[in-house]
């Protein structure tokens, strides 16, 4: 049962983590190179992709008023 437990800490870890430093790169307090480094290509090409269809829907919502 410990090992569970650290299994569960570690990964509860590393989701807070993430957070932490998407929450910085979507801040601009760090940039994109320091976020590619810190999580990797992947998932900043992700996080840009979602944020790029956030702006467009506002665009959309802005225009329909």
């Known amino acids: 049962t410990s090992y ?3 299994e569960a800490m570690q990964e509860g870890i590393h989701v807070l983590y993430r957070r932490y430093v998407i929450e910085a790169y979507m801040m ?3 940039d ?3 976020a590619i480094q810190l ?3 992947p998932a ?3 996080i840009d992709k ?3 269809a956030v702006e467009a829907d506002i665009r959309w ?3 329909s008023e």
Do not use: H, Q, V
Request: glycine share 10%.
């Open 61 to 63: 919502g802005m225009k």
């Open 39 to 41: 999580l990797g290509s």
């Open 4 to 6: 569970l437990l650290a």
């Open 28 to 30: 601009k307090k760090i």
């Open 44 to 46: 900043i090409e992700e």
């Open 32 to 34: 994109r190179t320091k």
């Open 50 to 52: 979602a944020w790029e």
